[in-house]
């Protein structure tokens, strides 16, 4: 009975995939209807949540033994395999559920999609490829599945190719793209050996070498962590993020960077087998770098698309620093610290996927409303946009980890993790992990500032712009899938418990351990290892942040003056009314720019004070550079520019010439293979 429930289950998922997919197909058929928008999201949000339930219900229903699917395609002597399991009916839960969302937004938000024929084939697609990464079961299906949705990502980030920097982003996107893809296809050729076997399960069960395993973890780090945003491979973020529709981008950051993880999960933590303590330290370098210099980038930007964008890469960083804390200890043997580094990992995939899908949303309904994404040219939207502003607050409140939100849970359970470090043997390791979480600690406190920022620089204050001041509120589509994400990032912060239990089947099944069962502990407390070493319970501190709000509210009008009384807004020392007075996101980030500016962005600001008599107005440019692209992308941009015009000439030789190149290289040819053998 079980086993016919598992198979129903992956025939499920896979239904659904091909329902996507036939979706992709009629919205060409539909691409000049009007009623294609609403045909194809709704098709889209009852396949994604058919295949929600799906997964939702194999995974709490007591994970039955993994199951796979062979169909008669890809490699004639292998097939294509596709399988459910624990880890991946997790990630099927996020992909799906922010499909859903996105869907059900995109209801309300496609009706203002001036070119909609270039979106709705593509996001099914979009989706299908997806839920098909996270399913595949061999080598080949798994590339010919990574491809296909970065494709379809890449043709969803055109959509709008005509606008300024919309180009550049794709190619940028698609050459990333492209160089993850090379680097899993020699991941996967080193792990399937001389034998060939491409199937994950011949791989999960075949021994490597040291030497192919540290080849393999640092391949995987260029591939998914190209596609996930690790810093230095994160370049193409900050372009294709604001450049994709607003869901879109909610998608490819709440998402598809989620299922990149999935990739090094997949590989690093299950294929590879038991795991040594030299990967962690990799795994915890690059993630805590990422997780510093994401959350420092997006202070210094006013696009709140692009804020977004790099905000994504801090968080995956995060994510990267509690997988690597799971491979340190996992090695060690510390099954209970591993279990709890992992299951903080994992619950922070699904917090990120929750609020930033939402904060996404939010900038897609301000850009709808306003028609701006330079935070510098909003401002006063908390009185236009009630409902936005509200959710939006949610959002920034969860995402800046404090309580009673989810946020705050996940890097809780990261942060009792480091804790752990003391029973590591390794010095290096107990050196490293305070470090890192110091290096945490700090990033958590920039992603609060950068999000009193964001919301107050968009939403507070007055307008500063005629597109701010005539701004209305969103459709009841758009709001609906913010209102569903807002609930859902409370009811993650003060339940935590059954999100625990029920992310330890996954644990179990990759690591062979899990946290205790939390549905044990009364109160609806949480406590991951023990109560000695903490324990937290976020429904008492939402009951009593309420109390405490209400108290101060009734005090305030109890015993306060009755008189309203109203004044101009502060002018940050200037009497000058116009609201360009008010701070600004620069203003804001200055302090910060300040102490890590000059290390950091080589910044400068460059003041143009006029003499005494001249009327024109001071000047203040702030100039900032973006080491990474400038010292590593661009010098080897101008390399593949110079040598591609170096061999254009080749297509302008006469035949004597190209035969007697080729005659060269065949001798050449024959002359290496002699040496060689």
């Known amino acids: 009975m079980i086993a016919a429930l598992a198979v129903s289950a992956v025939v499920l998922q896979m239904s659904c995939v091909a329902g996507l997919l036939g979706l992709a197909i009629l919205a060409i058929a539909l691409s000049r209807s009007k009623s294609a928008t609403a045909v194809i999201y709704g098709a889209t949000l009852a396949i994604c949540l058919a295949a929600l339930a799906g997964s939702l219900t194999w995974l709490l229903g007591g994970a039955a033994k993994a199951t796979e699917l062979i169909l008669p395609i890809g490699l004639p002597w292998l097939g294509a395999h596709f399988r459910l399991d624990a880890l991946a009916a997790f990630f099927l839960i996020v992909v799906n559920l922010g499909g859903a969302a996105a869907s059900l937004y995109g209801l309300g938000y496609g009706h203002h999609e001036p070119t909609p024929y270039r979106v709705l084939p593509f996001f099914p697609a979009f989706l299908a490829g997806m839920n098909l990464v996270v399913l595949a079961d061999d080598a080949f299906s798994y590339l010919l599945c990574w491809e296909f949705m970065s494709l379809a990502s890449w043709a969803l980030v055109m959509a709008h190719h005509r606008e300024a920097g919309n180009a550049k982003a794709g190619y940028v996107y698609l050459v990333m793209a492209s160089f993850g893809t090379l680097t899993l296809l020699l991941a996967f050729g080193l792990l399937a050996g001389a034998a060939g076997d491409y199937g994950f399960a011949a791989i999960r069960n075949a021994p490597h070498s040291p030497y192919v395993a540290a080849l393999v973890l640092i391949l995987m780090l260029l591939g998914a962590g190209s596609k996930a945003g690790l810093v230095p491979l994160h370049v193409w973020l900050p372009l294709a993020h604001p450049a994709a529709p607003s869901h879109v981008s909610a998608l490819m950051s709440g998402v598809m960077t989620k299922v990149a993880i999935y990739g090094f999960i997949r590989v690093v933590f299950d294929l590879l087998g038991q795991p040594s303590w030299p990967a962690s330290v990799i795994v915890l370098f690059l993630g805590s770098i990422t997780a510093v210099m994401g959350i420092l980038y997006a202070m210094m930007e006013k696009d709140l698309k692009r804020l977004l964008a790099y905000s994504t890469i801090e968080n995956v960083g995060i994510i990267f620093v509690s997988l690597g804390l799971a491979l340190a200890f996992q090695a060690n043997g510390l099954k209970l610290a591993a279990a709890l580094a992992f299951t903080a990992a994992l619950f922070h995939v699904l917090n990120h996927s929750f609020f930033k899908s939402l904060l996404f949303f939010g900038a897609g309904a301000v850009l709808m409303s306003t028609g701006e994404r330079d935070m510098d040219k909003l401002g006063g939207l908390i009185h236009r946009m009630p409902f936005t502003s509200f959710v939006v607050l949610v959002g920034c409140v969860a995402i800046s980890a404090l309580p009673p939100f989810n946020g705050f849970v996940s890097e809780w359970l990261m942060f009792q993790a480091v804790l752990q470090s003391p029973e590591l043997p390794q010095w290096a390791l107990k050196i490293m992990v305070p470090a890192v979480g110091a290096m945490l600690a700090l990033a958590a406190a920039l992603a609060a500032a950068c999000f009193v920022k964001a919301f107050g620089v968009t939403f507070l204050g007055r307008p500063r712009s005629p597109a701010a001041e005539t701004a209305g509120e969103v459709d009841r589509y ?71 709000a209400s108290l101060a509210v009734y005090f305030i009008h109890r015993f306060a003056s009755h008189a309203l009384r109203r004044g101009p807004a502060w002018g940050c020392g200037f009497t000058d009314p116009t609201p360009l007075a008010q701070y600004s996101g620069a203003s804001f980030a200055q302090p910060i720019r300040r102490v890590f500016g000059t290390m950091v962005f080589h910044a400068r600001d460059h003041v143009d004070m006029p003499a005494p008599g001249d009327t024109r107005p001071a000047r203040l440019r702030i100039e900032l550079h973006d080491l990474v692209w400038e010292g590593m992308y661009q010098p080897l941009a101008g390399a593949v520019g110079f040598a591609a015009d170096r061999l254009n000439r080749l297509q302008f030789l006469t035949i004597r010439r190209y035969l007697s190149l080729v005659f060269a290289t065949l001798v050449t040819l024959l002359l290496v293979l002699a040496i060689w053998s």
């Open 478 to 548: 758009s709001l609906s899938a913010m209102f569903i994400l807002a609930a859902l990032c409370l009811l993650a912060g003060i339940l935590p418990g059954p999100v625990m239990d029920a992310l330890s089947p996954v644990a179990v099944e990759i690591l062979g351990g899990r946290l205790p069962v939390q549905a044990h502990v009364p109160w609806l407390t949480i406590v991951p290892i023990s109560e000695s070493r903490g324990s937290y319970n976020g429904l008492l501190v939402m009951v009593f942040i309420t109390i405490s």
